[in-house]
């Protein structure tokens, strides 16, 4: 079965910086694609990030130039780099098992979630 558990949230100063870890399971990290969505409240879940299999990379909105994914296939742990965080980046962040189609740069998730890490930036 797919276990991802997330860890590395906490609360910062607008301008600081986090970096989120995902740990998962098995072969999860060199046989799928990957993502970070966040949720703040009274939102839909967004995806922010998108790691692919084959290392193909995608930031979204407001996070560019800002977040940086990585992996490393030995710890079998998906990073997620928070530089400049901003009060909006306030939010429970999740890692997500899915398709990356990096021709159209569509990611379709799966139903596969982490626990959630909560990121809180004060002004």
């Known amino acids: 079965q797919v276990q991802l558990v997330e860890s590395g949230g906490g609360l910062v100063q607008a301008g600081g910086s986090l970096r989120l870890s995902c740990a998962g399971s098995?072969?999860?990290?060199?046989?799928?694609?990957m993502a970070w969505y966040r949720q703040a409240p009274g939102t839909q879940r967004e995806l922010v990030a998108v790691?692919?299999?084959?290392?193909?990379?995608s930031l979204k909105g407001s996070v560019k130039g800002r977040f940086t994914i990585s992996k490393d296939n030995a710890k079998k742990t998906v990073y997620l780099q928070m530089n400049d965080l901003k009060p909006e980046d306030t939010a429970v962040y999740y890692c997500?098992?899915?398709?990356?189609?990096?021709?159209?740069?569509?990611?379709?998730?799966?139903?596969?979630w982490g626990q959630g890490t909560q990121v809180t930036v004060s002004s």
């Open positions: 790691m692919s299999s084959t290392g193909s990379t």
């Open positions: 098995g072969s999860i990290f060199s046989r799928n694609d």
């Open positions: 997500n098992v899915g398709r990356y189609y990096s021709g159209s740069d569509y990611y379709a998730p799966l139903d596969y």
